[in-house]
């Protein structure tokens, strides 16, 4: 079903308008289909009332119940050297329900920082985009970018993925927090020192088994299984 963004209410109408009409023209609803609409992180029914030159109000038929992520994830993802990885990691991000995403620069990330201020706006559109497939109403915040000595243990569980490592393993990880953050490295890996150092600040290593995967699969992996533990 499609999804579109509201940012406005008129008298009892939602008001789809600006790059969410020009989407919804495209999709070409016709007035009987229904489709859901995200208005101030609240998830409804709807069906066009009226399709007007620049807007469409839409009628309301329901409220529908929003799926709430109980468990925070802080992702400290290094920026992969491939750009493009890394718009599929921010997809990944919030179909999964990550929290927050904190772009990471380490020794073998992406290391242009002028370039990822610039990506911001892009990222912030694919969180959106990705919140449509979905059906997310809050979305995946991505911070502002950091430097990988810069991350502490700011989280009830801490973990750094790391494939040098021996480590925990995936059922090794407590289950019954609400609060991880996590640190995985860009496709070169973490050097040994920024994962001795991130070990020696308190990080515990997981080592995902039987081998070593891309950053993505990675991180997808480890999200996804706490998310879907924690919240059976
Ligand atoms: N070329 C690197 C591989 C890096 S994989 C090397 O050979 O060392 C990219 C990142 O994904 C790693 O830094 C780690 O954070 C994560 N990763 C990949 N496979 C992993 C595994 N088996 N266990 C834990 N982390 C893994």
Redesign the pocket.
């Known amino acids: 079903m499609h999804t579109f963004f509201s940012e406005k209410k008129k008298d009892k109408y939602l008001v789809i308008e600006g790059r969410e009409f020009k989407h919804f023209k495209v999709r070409r609803i016709s007035g009987e289909e229904t489709f859901r609409v995200i208005y101030q992180s609240e998830l409804y029914l709807c069906k066009a009332y009226k399709v007007e030159k620049e807007i469409v109000l839409c009628n309301i038929l329901e409220k529908l119940p929003v799926e709430e992520v109980s468990t925070s994830i802080t992702l400290y993802q290094c920026i992969t050297t491939d750009i493009k990885t890394f718009e599929e990691i921010i997809r990944y991000s919030t179909e999964l329900g990550v929290k927050e995403l904190v772009p990471t620069f380490s020794a073998r990330s992406f290391r242009n920082k002028k370039a990822v201020s610039k990506k911001m706006e892009r990222w912030e559109k694919i969180v959106r985009e990705s919140m449509k497939l979905s059906g997310r109403t809050l979305p995946l915040s991505i911070a502002e970018p950091i430097d990988i000595q810069r991350i502490e243990t700011n989280h009830d569980v801490n973990l750094i993925?790391?494939?040098?490592h021996e480590g925990k393993s995936m059922n090794e990880i407590d289950i019954n927090s609400k609060d991880y953050g996590i640190v995985?490295?860009?496709?070169?890996?973490?050097t040994e020192k920024e994962s001795r150092t991130l070990m020696d600040k308190g990080f515990e290593s997981?080592?995902?088994k039987p081998?070593?995967?891309?950053?993505e699969t990675?991180s997808l992996l480890v999200c996804g299984a706490i998310i879907n533990l924690c919240n059976p």
């Open positions: 993925l790391d494939n040098f995985v490295g860009p496709e070169g890996g973490f997981v080592r995902l081998y070593v995967m891309r950053a990675a």
